[in-house]
């Protein structure tokens, strides 16, 4: 099996920056595109930024210019660098990942980490 552990969410007041990382162990032959979501309390959960396995990244509205995501594929890592950060930015961050277990087949599976609260003040 796969598990993906966050880690790095806390307190920080407004404008201050945080460090999230996300590790994938287990069962991994290779890990294709890997995500940062985020779930505030009464709203739906919503994808942050995502990144390819070759380092491409595309990120949400909120995210642009404030949030940067990474990647150390020889660690199966993620990390999401979070600046200027805002109160509305107060959530849990959960992070996802599409591995692939097997070398012999092309399926891919999608984990989730169990999540890391990031709280933001005023």
């Known amino acids: 099996q796969v598990r993906l552990v966050e880690s790095g969410g806390g307190l920080v007041q407004a404008g201050g920056s945080l460090r999230l990382s996300c590790a994938a162990s287990g069962s991994i032959f290779s890990i294709n595109a890997m995500r940062w979501y985020r779930q505030a309390p009464g709203k739906q959960r919503e994808l942050v930024a995502a990144?390819?396995?070759?380092?491409?990244?595309n990120y949400a509205d909120s995210a642009k210019g404030r949030f940067t995501i990474s990647r150390d594929n020889a660690k199966n890592t993620v990390y999401l660098q979070m600046n200027s950060l805002k109160t509305e930015d107060t959530a849990v961050y959960y992070c996802?990942?599409?591995?692939?277990?097997?070398?012999?087949?092309?399926?891919?599976?999608?984990?989730w980490g169990q999540g890391t609260q990031v709280t933001v003040s005023s």
């Open positions: 990144i390819t396995s070759g380092g491409g990244t």
């Open positions: 996802n990942a599409d591995a692939r277990i097997s070398a012999t087949t092309q399926s891919t599976f999608r984990y």
